[in-house]
């Protein structure tokens, strides 16, 4: 056992562990894998964005860099243009400093891209995202199209306001749902159509209220009824009102907390897996959010071979270690915001490129360090000489530490997966930002609302008022980050509880927290009871 030495818990290196960082020629790490998913979070700047101008072209953007930060940001024409040269930022490694003291001094001068996003489509107000069409404020999201407000939408047609979903269309506020098609307040389903404020359904149509059913159809409450009982209690319920939309989430929020039964994992088509929401993935430990993954541990939202410690990875990466956000990457370590990329180390926006080492916004390039080009011959000798360099001063193998992120803890996703308080992030060392203080207007037009929550304004856009309209919904009473926040209530954290089945009293890991006193259930219960 070791001691982390940011939590000072204990935590284990095994086996399969230590095999992995022999392969890949790094020191076993010094913290435990939840800090370490900390630290990776605290680099990814998700829905905190800010209204810009391109400091090259002047364009109109949004940026994921507020206008404090000391480098510049560049529209996406611009970043992957011909006017500049981020080489031009290079410079020496300096042996006498420690790595990412220079790294940071780098990356205070070298410009940025103004997102995360790559390769959309009429999609400029996204955030990364990629391969994208007609999309308007989808976060984490790959090949979706029409797609609103939304969550790590994968191949999704016409979606809004719903997170964590796959091949799936027509749906509203809905959470972790595959292949299902005109659904609103769906949570956890899989293969339904014209579900409503439902949990943990499986082939399921025309169903409202209801968890824990396979195969059913026209039912409320899990009561069976006839087609026309059906459609007339539903026009009873008034989803197309504030009021009667307002009822139902509380109902569906109950059904959750109490009513309904949980399987301890959501593992689908899994072999000697360990975490949640994973489907078709093999030998991972510790994994979440995870699709056609083999051979990994401590990852979360992604779809990789032979990665540990990664977080947002798509397009199949493969043997890379410490990795945040990153698309069909080979052989990298400790990186991220680098796309399409082999044998990369502690980069940042680097795109298409292979054998860098320190560098920021490169783009296919090669045999650079901090930035500055070398030859092969000279790469391959400093290469080894910078990394003995690293051990000695602590630095190889681990990711960027947080207060070296260009974002303030509680601009980060950190903060929704690793919450702090202010006082707990300056005590730390992190870097925070204070919150403008506004009064906050009233609604200033029917396009332009208040949150009935927390007071800011937000704007309803011309598509988005049609998607309501298509599906019969009254327009939002919450901007858009209190909806999300009201169903990430429905994600667990990504923590195993040993615990004990409610039904049978054996003993089973699970993610959902032990105070919230909900029925969870091993396999065997479960699928006594709800198959």
């Not at 968890?211 to 039912?219: D, G, M, V």
């Not at 008034?238 to 309904?260: M, P, Q, V, W």
């Not at 030859?375 to 000798?381: G, I, M």
């Not at 919150?435 to 800011?456: M, N, Q, R, T, W």
Request: proline share 3%; hydrophobic share 30%.
């Amino acid at each position: 056992m070791k001691t982390c030495l940011n939590c000072a818990q204990p935590f284990e290196v095994d086996s399969k562990d230590a095999e992995f960082y022999n392969k890949i020629q790094v020191p076993a790490p010094s913290i435990c894998p939840t800090c370490r998913y900390q630290r990776r979070l605290a680099v990814r700047n998700e829905s905190s964005l800010y209204a810009r101008k391109c400091d090259l072209c002047g364009k109109d953007v949004i940026a994921i860099y507020s206008s404090d930060k000391p480098f510049k940001q560049f529209c996406n024409e611009c970043f992957f243009g011909d006017k500049w040269d981020a080489k031009d930022y290079g410079r020496d490694f300096d042996f006498t400093k420690p790595f990412f003291e220079q790294f940071a001094d780098l990356q205070n001068s070298v410009p940025r891209l103004n997102t995360g996003s790559l390769n959309n489509v009429n999609s400029e107000y996204t955030n990364f995202s990629s391969d994208c069409k007609n999309c308007y404020m989808t976060i984490a999201s790959e090949k979706a199209e029409d797609c609103y407000y939304c969550k790590l939408a994968q191949t999704n047609k016409n979606c809004c306001d719903s997170d964590y979903l796959w091949d799936s269309e027509l749906c509203y506020d809905c959470v972790n749902i595959h292949n299902c098609y005109h659904c609103t307040g769906l949570v956890q389903s899989q293969n339904c159509s014209d579900c409503l404020f439902s949990y943990d359904l499986k082939s399921c149509q025309n169903c409202i209220f209801c968890y824990n059913l396979r195969n059913q159809e026209y039912s409320i409450f899990n009561k069976s009824y006839s087609k026309e009982d059906f459609e007339k209690a539903k026009k009873e319920l008034k989803l197309n009102t504030k009021e009667g939309y307002k009822k139902a989430f509380h109902n569906l929020r109950k059904i959750f907390l109490t009513d309904s039964i949980h399987k301890a994992a959501d593992i689908i088509s899994c072999e000697n897996v360990s975490g949640d929401n994973l489907s078709h993935c093999k030998n991972s430990k510790l994994c979440f959010d995870m699709q056609d993954t083999e051979e990994c541990a401590y990852c979360a939202e992604g779809d990789a071979k032979f990665c540990f410690d990664c977080n947002n990875i798509y397009y199949k990466p493969e043997l890379s270690y410490e990795i945040m956000s990153a698309l069909q990457m080979y052989n990298c370590k400790t990186s991220y915001y680098s796309h399409y990329s082999n044998n990369i180390s502690y980069c940042s926006a680097c795109y298409y490129s292979s054998d860098l080492f320190g560098c920021i916004s490169l783009k296919r390039e090669k045999f650079c360090i901090l930035n500055k080009q070398y030859s092969e011959e000279e790469y391959r000798a400093i290469i080894p000489k910078i990394i003995d360099h690293m051990k000695r001063t602590k630095e190889y193998g681990e990711f960027f530490p947080i207060k070296f992120s260009p974002f303030e803890y509680n601009e980060t996703i950190a903060m929704e997966w690793c919450p702090i308080t202010r006082e707990q992030a300056l005590e730390k060392g992190y870097r925070w930002r204070e919150k403008d203080v506004k009064e906050y207007a009233k609604p200033i037009s029917k396009d332009i609302l208040a949150c009935e929550f927390c007071g800011k304004n937000y704007r309803l856009v011309n598509q988005e008022i049609q998607f309501y309209k298509t599906m019969q919904l009254p327009t939002p009473s919450l901007c858009s980050g209190c909806r999300h926040s009201q169903r990430f209530f429905f994600k667990n954290p990504r923590k195993i509880w040993a615990q004990k089945c409610s039904n049978c009293s054996a003993q089973i890991e699970s993610t959902y927290p032990p105070e919230r006193h909900q029925k969870v259930f091993c396999e065997t219960c479960y699928l006594k009871t709800v198959i």
